[in-house]
Antibody, heavy 121, light 107 residues
């Protein structure tokens, strides 16, 4: 069974940094692209970032470019999101999501349970 | 960026009803359209990919159709477990974008 377990969320002040992690199991991690998708409280879904199987192709939504960095460690089956210069608009539940292929296809399945990031002073 | 517009934003229905949710893309996306179901307090779940391909384990009362810019998700004979939020999403180009969601409530 595929499992994606996020960690690293919490309360952080504006301008500070946070690093999210996702531990993957139940599948061959380095065969798949991975994503981060977020959901602000009571709001809809927003794709944040994608990374292909070998980290050779990375993309971000414009609102986080230059502030967030996605990375993966295939040896440890883990995905990470380094978030710098956080603002209150980054407050959301952050989901780790598996793609259906090695290159990013934009098909999100399955999703982890999410880790909550709250940016507030 | 491709904008995805869902309608309605919310809907009240009864068990046994048939309903349709629509999703419109701001430009043509062929059939690169996916539907997700999200129950309260849970992560989203992929229901339909490629506009009409039902994922394994999804009941056949769910169906999707459309191509180009206009898409629909149809649920026949609503069941209690179907009351949730539904999102469309385009996988045609980055940034991948979602509709604003349709919240389905019990009448």
């Amino acid at each position: 069974e595929v499992q994606l377990v996020e960690s690293g969320g919490g309360l952080v002040q504006p301008g500070r940094s946070l690093r999210l992690s996702c531990a993957a199991s139940g599948f061959t991690f380095d065969n798949y692209a991975m994503h981060w998708v977020r959901q602000a409280p009571g709001k809809g879904l927003e794709w944040v970032s994608s990374i292909n199987w070998n980290s050779g192709n990375i993309d971000y939504v414009d609102s986080v470019k230059g502030r967030f960095t996605i990375s993966r460690d295939n040896a440890r089956s883990s995905l990470h999101l380094q978030m710098n210069s956080l603002t209150p608009d980054d407050t959301a539940l952050y989901y780790c999501v598996k793609d259906l292929a090695a290159a990013s296809t934009g098909y999100f399945d399955p999703w982890g349970q999410g880790t909550l990031v709250t940016v507030s002073s | 960026d491709i904008q995805m517009t869902q309608s309605p934003s919310s809907l009240s229905a009864s068990v046994g009803d048939r309903l349709t949710i629509t999703c419109r893309a701001s430009q043509r996306i062929s059939n690169f359209l996916n539907w997700y179901q999200q129950k309260p307090g849970r992560a989203p779940n992929l229901l339909i990919s490629g506009a009409s391909n039902l994922q394994s384990g999804v009941p056949p009362r769910f169906s999707g159709s459309g191509s180009g810019t206009d898409f629909t998700l149809t649920i026949t004979s609503l069941q209690p477990e179907d009351f949730a939020a539904y999102y469309c999403q385009q996988s045609y180009s980055i940034p991948y974008t979602f509709g604003q969601g349709t919240k389905l409530e019990i009448k």
